[in-house]
Nanobody, 125 residues
Framework: VQLQASGGGLVQAGGCLRL?????????????MGWFRQAPGKEREFVAA????????YYADSVKGRFTISRDNAKNTVYLQMNSLKPEDTAAYYC???????????????????WGQGTQVTVSS
């Protein structure tokens, strides 16, 4: 399975970006998908996740109300719409896939089976 993340870049505070993560080598229609991020000198942290159907979504408190995760199973792609960006959102963003999960496990990095290479998001003040 290969996950290709894209859409990162440099944006001013208050701006928006849309990240995409396209998967190949596996049909993801029954998998959970998530986004994590890692800032320099910090551990990787959970950002958002979505269940296989797209009907349930989960967010870190720090992004709730600003970020929206969605998926298109026909395109084997997950998205992260990021609005009202803040300098503290600056990080490398990683998409990931989990094959078997409970809702609570979607928050846990070690539960995920496949990872993308990351895309850098930089928010200037």
């Amino acid at each position: 399975v290969q996950l290709q993340a894209s859409g990162g870049g440099l944006v001013q505070a208050g701006g928006c970006l849309r990240l995409s993560c396209a998967a190949s080598g596996r049909t993801l229609s029954s998998d959970g998908m998530g986004w994590f991020r890692q800032a320099p000198g910090k551990e990787r942290e959970f950002v958002a996740a979505v269940t296989w159907s797209g009907s349930s979504t989960y967010y870190a408190d720090s992004v709730k109300g600003r970020f929206t995760i969605s998926r298109d199973n026909a395109k084997n792609t997950v998205y992260l719409q990021m609005n009202s960006l803040k300098p503290e959102d600056t990080a490398a963003y990683y998409c990931a896939v989990v094959k078997s999960y409970y809702s609570s496990s979607l928050y846990i990095e070690n539960e995920y089976d496949y990872w993308g290479q990351g895309t850098q998001v930089t928010v200037s003040s």
